[in-house]
C-alpha cells in the first residue's frame, strides 16, 4: 500500500517562497511508469494540477504556474518537494500530493493535504 505525507509550514508570508515535502512510502518514487504530483485547491474552487516529477526525474508544469513552481526529489528520502515562489494570498490553499498513473493519466493515491496559508 503506498502512502504520501505532505509536510511544510501552514502560513507563509507573502512574496516568500512556499517549500513542501512528500515522503512516500510502500513504493520507490523511481518505479516506471509512475508521476509524482503536487495538486492544489483553493477555498471554495476546485483542484489545480500544479505539476509532477517523473521516475527519471524529468518535471513538468502547469503553463500558468510555471515560473514559479520547481519540483524537485531525493531518491534517498524517497521524497519529492514543491517550492512556489512569489506566493501571494491567492496561493492559499490545501496542498496535496500524489500518485498518477502513466497508463490511466490518473491520481491513484493521495497524501491526505496540508493547508497553506498566505499572510502577513
Known amino acids: 500500500q503506498v502512502q504520501l505525507q505532505e509536510s511544510g509550514p501552514g502560513l507563509v508570508k507573502p512574496s516568500q517562497t512556499l517549500s513542501l515535502t512528500c515522503t512516500v512510502s510502500?513504493?520507490?518514487?523511481?518505479?516506471?511508469?509512475?508521476?509524482w504530483t503536487w495538486i492544489r485547491q483553493p477555498p471554495g474552487k476546485g483542484l489545480e494540477w500544479m505539476g509532477a516529477i517523473t521516475s527519471s526525474g524529468s518535471t513538468s508544469y502547469s503553463p500558468s504556474l510555471k515560473s514559479r513552481t520547481s519540483i524537485s526529489r531525493d531518491t534517498s528520502k524517497n521524497q519529492f518537494t514543491l517550492q512556489l515562489s512569489s506566493v501571494t494570498p491567492e496561493d492559499t490553499a490545501v496542498y496535496y500530493c500524489?500518485?498518477?498513473?502513466?497508463?490511466?493519466?490518473?491520481?491513484?493515491?493521495w497524501g491526505q493535504g496540508t493547508q497553506v496559508t498566505v499572510s502577513s
Open positions: 510502500g513504493g520507490s518514487i523511481t518505479t516506471n511508469y509512475y508521476y
Open positions: 500524489a500518485r498518477r498513473g502513466i497508463a490511466t493519466m490518473d491520481e491513484d493515491y
